[in-house]
């Protein structure tokens, strides 16, 4: 063990315990500390950004909180590859989370297993929304401005023969999306596969899970999707989704 990174760690604790921070005679007693030592790593922890010095008291300061935004941060990250896997597990197929972030789609999390593995991404994911369940089912979230500022970026072009032919003929088909319905695709993005996506929104934060199959089990499609539809409350009562995920 290295002591004074112990010791460190016993004054931030001591740090965050005073909302409106506390003097070094103070923390030094509460971290079991002689005062000298207590005030050379206050100056260090200052110095690094990890404290603050304000009217005589220490408070937590950016480089600290950094850390805790972090660990936040990566704690919502394992709840939402802890749910994708339970769902993986329980429907039998691959499961993806995406959302729409300054601008682009974004596959936030996969999970999939050898028998039943995701659809390789052959096509940047990003760049296809249109051919794709995720992106359709993301784009048919968006305001009209921000959907034609993706579309002027990322324009409608066929990538197998089943894609959607054209702008005009997109626009269409997310008009006729029914809110909070499963979007399908089959085989626009990949042949020999068909995928299914349900929107989620989270105050500003367009979303979406969605799960795929190979063309030959079709038929479990709609099934799958309502199941993953009538479990997926319970991610978004536990869960505060963000644009930061």
């Known amino acids: 063990m290295i002591g004074s990174v112990q010791r460190a760690l016993r ?3 001591a740090v965050g315990s005073h909302a409106g921070g ?3 005679k103070q923390l030094a007693r509460e971290a079991g500390l002689p005062l000298p030592t207590a005030y050379h790593l206050l100056r260090t922890l200052t110095h690094e950004g990890y404290l603050r010095r304000e009217s005589g008291v220490f408070v937590l300061g ?6 805790a935004n972090g660990g936040a941060l990566q704690n919502r990250r394992s709840k939402i590859t802890d749910s994708l896997v ?3 597990d329980s429907i039998g197929v691959p499961v993806y989370f995406a ?3 300054e601008g682009e789609i974004e596959i936030a999390g996969v999970a999939d297993t050898p028998a039943a593995p995701a659809v390789e991404e052959w096509a940047d994911f990003r760049e296809t929304g249109h051919a794709h369940a995720i992106g359709q089912c993301l784009l048919s979230q968006l305001d009209s401005d921000a959907r034609e500022d ?5 324009p409608v072009k066929a990538i197998t023969p089943y894609t959607v032919r054209d702008r005009r003929a997109l626009s269409e088909r997310l008009a006729t999306t029914q809110r909070m319905r499963p979007v399908i695709e089959r085989q626009e993005y990949a042949l020999g596969t068909v995928c299914a996506a349900i929107p989620l929104t989270a105050g500003s934060c367009a979303a979406t899970m969605a799960i795929s199959l190979p063309l ?3 038929e479990r499609l709609l099934p799958a999707i309502e199941q993953l539809r009538g479990e997926v409350g319970g991610l978004l009562s536990s869960l ?3 644009i930061s995920i």
């Open 99 to 101: 959302v729409y972030r």
């Open 240 to 242: 505060m989704f963000s």
């Open 216 to 218: 030959h089990q079709q």
């Open 62 to 67: 950016a480089a600290a909180e950094r850390l």
């Open 22 to 24: 506390a003097p070094a």
């Open 150 to 154: 993706y579309l002027d970026r990322h």
């Open 86 to 88: 339970r769902w993986r």
């Open 11 to 13: 004054l931030l604790e």
